[in-house]
Each structure stands twice: as structure tokens, then as C-alpha cells.
């Protein structure tokens, strides 16, 4: 298990590359889990960070890859989301690797299942759920499965501005028992179809500025 994170890695990156052309014009990137080809540069009070994003879709399938680093490069974080474009019911796969706090080396891997729900035109709502198993390398704490429950509420303001909102919860089952309760709020400006500049800041004091790109 201990190296699932690097695995997901190259899964996210491998399978996409070839087919990235294949993703259509007009997806609106401001969706958190939007099946796009591109990344994002960011910055903010934790360092430098960024991330790229490779996709596909064939029929009513479609297959989004995403890896990502934070905190300096320090965090990493690696996804993978295969919706059905009629139901809007995916795979979930969330990975990630934290070695930003020294002596420590936090893992986790997780896979289940994320549902799209467009509630107007002005709200669409994103609701995952997700098991696996977390480990520190150091043997800091002991290793325990996990439940992952992740949330996250677009808002459209009008055609350039939207508002944001990503909470999710942690929970361990078993050998280290916690609560991790995390939560993010945006406020995003869309340049134009490909461009997008967001300001985030989180309940653990950080805050940041991306810029987002679709090639």
C-alpha cells in the first residue's frame, strides 16, 4: 500500500496523453471535476504549486486524470474520474501524499464513487464518497482504513463570476482514530473560455491565487 500514491500518479498521466485531443471546446472549466485537457499555476502563503489535468471521452463516457502539488511541492495529490455524461454517477479515485510538516510523511488512498447533480443553471453540486486506507511512513501514528466524504457547491454568480465551496470529511475507522473535518471557499473570475482566475482560502489559514489554463 505504501506505494499506491506514486502508482496513481502514473496511472492519472499514462492512459490520457494520447486521447487529450479528444476533449470537446466548450466545457465550463469552472466545474471542480470538468473533463479537460490543461493545469493551473498557483501561489499563495504555503509557497508554490500546480497542477495538469489529462482527459478523454468517447460516447457517453468520459475519463478525467489530475495530479497535483502544493505547499511548496510538498503535498501531492493525484485523482481520477470516469462520469457518465447521461447520469452523471463516476469512479472516484483520490490519492495524496503530505511530507510539507518536517519528520512527518502522511499518505492516503481512497476509491468509490462521485455524483454530479445540476440543481439550475446556477447551482451544480458534486457529492463523493470514498474508501481506503491511510499511513504515515515514519510510524508516527498507525495505520487505519478510511472513509472520505468530499462536497463541493458551484454557484453561478453571472457569466464571469462564480462562488465555490469544498468541505469534506475524514474519518478513521480503525488503528488511528480521527476526525479531520477541511474546507475550501472560492470566488473564481472566468477570463474566457480557457482562462480562469481564482482566489481560495481555507479553514486551516491558507489562502492562494491560481490561475487555471485548458489546452
Not at 13 to 25: E, I, S
Not at 83 to 107: E, F, M, Q, R
Request: proline share 3%; aromatic share 14%; net charge neutral.
Amino acid at each position: 500500500m505504501k506505494y499506491i500514491p506514486l502508482s496513481l500518479l502514473v496511472i492519472a498521466l499514462t492512459p490520457f496523453y494520447c486521447a487529450a485531443a479528444t476533449t470537446a471546446d466548450d466545457v465550463d472549466m469552472s466545474d471542480p471535476m470538468a473533463v479537460y485537457t490543461g493545469g493551473d499555476i498557483k501561489a499563495g502563503n504555503q509557497g508554490l504549486g500546480g497542477s495538469l489535468q489529462f482527459s478523454a471521452g468517447k460516447k457517453n463516457w468520459a475519463v478525467m486524470g489530475k495530479v497535483e502539488a502544493t505547499n511548496n511541492f510538498d503535498t501531492y495529490r493525484a485523482r481520477i474520474f470516469t462520469p457518465n455524461k447521461i447520469t452523471g454517477t463516476g469512479i472516484y479515485i483520490d490519492a495524496g501524499k503530505d511530507n510539507h510538516i518536517d519528520s512527518l510523511s502522511s499518505n492516503y488512498a481512497t476509491i468509490g464513487v462521485l455524483q454530479v447533480i445540476p440543481v439550475n443553471d446556477k447551482l451544480r453540486l458534486y457529492v463523493g464518497l470514498t474508501y481506503g486506507k491511510s499511513w504515515e511512513e515514519n510510524n508516527k501514528y498507525q495505520d487505519t482504513k478510511l472513509i472520505n466524504a468530499q462536497f463541493y457547491a458551484k454557484y453561478k454568480i453571472d457569466e464571469k463570476f462564480y462562488i465555490m465551496a469544498a468541505p469534506q470529511y475524514k474519518y478513521g475507522l480503525d488503528g488511528e482514530e480521527f476526525r479531520d473535518f477541511y474546507a475550501e471557499l472560492s470566488l473564481g473570475y472566468k477570463i474566457d473560455k480557457s482562462n480562469i482566475i481564482m482566489f481560495t482560502g481555507s479553514t486551516d489559514q491558507q489562502m492562494w491565487l491560481t490561475y487555471k489554463f485548458k489546452i
